[in-house]
């Protein structure tokens, strides 16, 4: 079992960044690939990227170039670094992780193929 506990939301302005953190506690043979989700109210999950046991990453079009995943393997902790945050990016942020090695890190990412998932985080941008 792992517990995934995300931190680094918050309120920016336009143009700024923020970066977020995502804790996985506990085995961490069960994040093996992990990937980032938003969600605005009343809309669907969007998956935006994802990372895999090497570090191969994917973006969604609609922040690729702007967002950058990375993972810490030795604490166990994923990271999307934010940049030039859009008002559009004003949402709320879920990591997950599963413990499969492959067939889950495909671009969009689909909800199903990960078990387990963080709060939330929120992001706001003015």
């Known amino acids: 079992h792992v517990q995934l506990v995300e931190s680094g939301g918050g309120s920016v302005q336009a143009g700024g960044s923020l970066k977020l953190s995502c804790d996985g506690r506990g085995d961490p043979s069960r994040t093996n690939s992990m990937a980032w989700f938003r969600q605005a109210p009343g809309k669907e999950r969007e998956g935006i990227a994802t990372?895999?046991?090497?570090?191969?990453?994917t973006y969604a079009d609609s922040v690729k170039g702007r967002f950058t995943t990375s993972k810490d393997n030795d604490k166990n902790i994923l990271y999307l670094q934010m940049n030039s945050l859009k008002f559009e990016d004003t949402v709320t942020y879920y990591c997950?992780?599963?413990?499969?090695?492959?067939?889950?890190?495909?671009?969009?990412?689909?909800?199903?193929?990960?078990?387990?998932w963080g709060q939330g985080t929120q992001v706001t941008v003015s």
């Open positions: 997950a992780a599963t413990g499969a090695l492959w067939g889950a890190c495909y671009s969009p990412p689909e909800e199903g193929d990960f078990g387990y």
């Open positions: 990372i895999d046991m090497d570090g191969t990453t």
